[in-house]
T-cell receptor, first 112, second 116 residues
Framework: KAGVTQTPRYLIKTRGQQVTLSCSPI?????VSWYQQTPGQGLQFLFE???????NKGNFPGRFSGRQFSNSRSEMNVSTLELGDSALYLC???????????FGPGTRLLVL | AQKVTQAQTEISVVEKEDVTLDCVYE???????LFWYKQPPSGELVFLIR??????QNEISGRYSWNFQKSTSSFNFTITASQVVDSAVYFC?????????????FGKGITLSVRP
């Protein structure tokens, strides 16, 4: 079975721009969660989608948003990028959200 | 509120040594899950083990073993006969159960360096 895939793997943007990251979960997995990893804050939960609905949300500003499609693929969007948004963004999938989450390779975002 | 503490930040060992990674957690939930993930330099978080709060049986899987003690809220992970390929950052994580809350709360991670 193919693992979780994320695109793009690397991204460079400038302040004020917006960015969209994509995540394709493991086949059959309907829950997709997003995490942000920075050296200072560590791994922090952004949000979770299940059956095209946001089910849980972390403590991030409204500039961070996401969505999930009928095929369970998910995208997250960050608008009006700030320098502090530079991070590794990890996506994880599980069947319903109650099982072990399996992570993708991440997207490294650098904001200049 | 959930909290995971990994007091060790960096550990360096010589190949073939045994190494134990410590994890202490806080939660008000009566049932929960605990995890260990490994993050090699490539960045992907690799799932290692999962334990639920009502099963304190400790197990060994190959070179990995874990010690879950609910009384001290600890979930320690041991690598026996370490190898250079074990060099990575190791994260302990906590997730409440039951309910539709998949949020993982992670510790800060432990950087393990295994020298040849």
């Amino acid at each position: 079975k193919a693992g979780v895939t994320q695109t793009p793997r690397y991204l460079i943007k400038t302040r004020g721009q917006q960015v969209t990251l994509s995540c394709s979960p493991i086949s059959g997995h309907r829950s997709v969660s997003w995490y942000q990893q920075t050296p200072g804050q560590g791994l922090q939960f952004l949000f979770e989608y299940f059956s095209e609905t946001q089910r849980n949300k972390g403590n991030f500003p409204g500039r961070f948003s996401g969505r999930q499609f009928s095929n369970s693929r998910s995208e997250m969007n960050v608008s009006t990028l700030e320098l502090g948004d530079s991070a590794l963004y990890l996506c994880a999938s599980s069947v319903t959200g109650r099982e072990t989450q399996y992570f993708g390779p991440g997207t490294r975002l650098l904001v200049l | 509120a959930q909290k995971v503490t990994q007091a060790q930040t960096e550990i360096s060992v010589v190949e073939k040594e045994d190494v134990t990674l410590d994890c202490v957690y806080e939660t008000r939930d009566t049932t929960y899950y605990l995890f260990w993930y490994k993050q090699p330099p490539s960045g992907e978080l690799v799932f290692l083990i999962r334990r639920n709060s009502f099963d304190e049986q400790n197990e060994i899987s190959g070179r990995y073993s874990w010690n879950f003690q609910k009384s001290t809220s600890s979930f320690n992970f041991t690598i026996t006969a370490s190898q250079v390929v074990d060099s990575a950052v190791y994260f302990c994580a906590l997730r409440p159960d039951p309910g539709a809350n998949s949020k993982l709360t992670f510790g800060k991670g432990i950087t393990l360096s295994v020298r040849p």
